[in-house]
């Protein structure tokens, strides 16, 4: 069973400033099978990225996904007071086909 | 325009069975690629992935849960049913149905329902 595990737990940062958060696999993932999603409160999660670094649809273009293998990077390029949210990464494979990481919250400064 | 809804009891007490229903429209669960999944999330906790249910039917399961849990589908109806038997309060939280699309360039949970809370207690 793939393990996915995030990093940091919580990372704290000020409106325009760059993100940077990690999802490290326990085993090889095949990129097409990554997704990136956002959660904020109260809400459902939405799909950000998916094949590891395509955007999902109208999603804006500072977000970027990139990685491979077992190590896999979401940047927000400039923060916007709108992403202020929990992010979780997502791989889906053979057994079990689907697998979250425990996400990674960014809060404001 | 895809969306989901989940249905079903907002309380439920331990040792209980739990039933949940989701609606769904448009997509057909019999077309080629589509499935639905079922993800919890506890209160102040990260997602968990329950069961899947694809187009030809196949079903796959958390390993961890898979002795409680059954899904199944309506295609006429379009819905799918999640059951989790043997209610405990540690279950409690908010559980959503996803549209997974698997095509030759996106595999992803890109659709999801608003979700319902879930809590078991006496």
């Known amino acids: 069973e793939i393990v996915l595990t995030q990093s940091p737990g919580t990372l704290s940062l000020s409106p325009g400033e760059r993100a940077t958060l990690s999802c490290r696999a326990s085993?090889?993932?095949?990129?097409?099978?990554l997704a990136w999603y956002q959660q904020k409160l109260g809400q459902a999660p939405r799909l950000l990225i998916y094949g590891a670094s395509s955007r999902a649809t109208g999603i804006p273009d500072r977000f970027s996904g990139s990685g491979s293998g077992t190590d896999f990077t979401l940047t927000i390029s400039r923060l916007e007071p709108e992403d202020f949210a929990v992010y979780y990464c997502q791989q889906y494979g053979s057994s079990p086909p689907v697998t979250f990481g425990g996400g990674t919250k960014v809060e404001i400064k | 325009q895809i969306t989901l809804k989940e249905s079903g009891p907002t309380l439920v007490k331990p040792t209980q069975t739990l039933t949940l229903t989701c609606a769904f429209s448009g997509f057909s669960l019999s077309t080629n690629g589509m499935a639905v999944a079922w993800i919890r999330q506890p209160p102040g906790k990260a997602l968990e992935w329950l069961a899947i249910?694809?187009?030809?039917?196949?079903?796959r399961y958390s390993p961890s849960l898979k002795s409680r849990l059954i899904v199944t589908r309506d295609t006429s109806k379009n819905q799918v049913v999640l059951t989790m038997t043997n209610m405990d309060p540690v279950d409690t939280a908010t559980f959503y149905c996803?549209?997974?699309?698997?095509?030759?360039?996106?595999?992803?949970?890109?659709?999801w329902g608003q979700g319902t809370l879930v809590t078991v207690s006496s």
């Open positions: 249910i694809y187009w030809d039917d196949d079903k």
């Open positions: 996803a549209h997974l699309t698997s095509n030759a360039t996106m595999v992803a949970l890109d659709y």
């Open positions: 085993q090889s993932v095949s990129s097409s099978y």
